[in-house]
């Protein structure tokens, strides 16, 4: 009976925010904030939100913490039951509660998009520990904004250096090097490889590589066997946007290769935690 309850508050839920939308998109960027700020104060949540004209970006903010974002049908339905619920479910949709992290840690986020990452990760390392990768100018601009004190890089990583098409599906946070099913464009972008980043930065040591690639993930593994020998952990996604199939056990295959071990899976079976056993007992 409570799971039946539970399920139709969630349908009655989806389908107010449907309507909501609906008025949002007709309405001033700074009116949908206003609308969406309303809504919060009626499902009792912490987020709010403000439209940057001078930015022309979005701003998303609550409990100490914000983020920047371009697409508002997005940004509304990613951060409106607030960034720390936002933050806790990307940190243990992962299953990251199985590291201990030290605030000098290093951590590589790959397909940053947002950095919504380090929402929860701000808790245990420092902001300039934070490594992003984004190949898309929009959303690399929102991750500059929000954090500003974090090594951003608008390069995409790879198997080899170079420049490769990219195809941009910013509403749905799909862009990818991997043609997806929709797209609105596509741009050249410069990519490298983790082990040339290893070797330029000069890197000893990092505590966890994240990586969703929408696809790619096989790639850039491929140019990650040097930096993967120093590496601790690493979360992967991976999902099914390789032209419809999921990249999961081919990634699960290198990283055997490499020396990972499984520590635990994500009910979606799709993100997982894998650790380093030449470095973790």
């Known amino acids: 009976m409570i799971y039946l309850y539970k399920k139709i508050r969630e349908i009655v839920y989806r389908n107010?925010?449907?309507?909501?939308?609906?008025f949002q998109n007709i309405s001033s960027k700074s009116f949908a904030c206003t609308i969406q700020n309303y809504f919060s104060l009626?499902?009792?949540?912490?987020a709010k939100f403000r439209y940057c004209s001078e930015d022309n970006m979005y701003l998303a903010y609550s409990d100490h913490s914000k983020r920047f974002f371009k697409h508002q049908v997005r940004g509304f339905n990613l951060y409106h039951r607030g960034l720390k619920k936002r933050g806790e479910y990307i940190f243990n949709s992962y299953c990251l509660n199985h590291i201990k992290f030290g605030e000098n840690d290093i951590v590589i986020d790959c397909g940053a998009n947002y950095g919504d990452l380090f929402l929860e990760l701000s808790k245990y390392i420092?902001?300039?520990?934070y490594i992003t990768f984004e190949p898309s100018l929009s959303e690399f601009k929102c991750i500059e904004k929000s954090?500003?004190?974090a090594n951003n890089f608008q390069v995409g990583l790879s198997d080899r250096p170079g420049e490769l098409m990219f195809y941009l599906s910013s509403n749905e946070g799909d862009s990818s090097f991997i043609k997806p099913q929709s797209y609105t464009h596509t741009i050249s972008s410069e990519v490298t490889t983790l082990d040339i980043f290893k070797k330029k930065e000069n890197l000893k040591s990092c505590k966890l590589l994240k990586l969703e690639a929408e696809g790619y993930e096989p790639e850039i593994l491929d140019g990650a066997?040097?930096?993967?020998?120093i590496c601790d952990y690493v979360a992967v996604d991976g999902g099914p946007?390789?032209?419809g199939q999921p990249t999961f056990q081919a990634v699960d295959n290198q990283l055997n290769e490499s020396g990972f071990k499984l520590i635990d899976r994500?009910?979606?079976?799709?993100r997982a935690l894998y650790k380093n056993t030449a470095r973790i007992n």
Request: glycine share 0%; hydrophobic share 40%.
């Open 16 to 22: 107010i925010v449907r309507i909501l939308r609906l």
């Open 42 to 46: 009626l499902t009792n949540s912490s």
């Open 126 to 129: 420092k902001e300039e520990n």
């Open 147 to 149: 954090l500003p004190l």
């Open 225 to 229: 066997i040097s930096f993967l020998t």
């Open 241 to 243: 946007e390789r032209y």
């Open 266 to 270: 994500f009910k979606s079976k799709h």
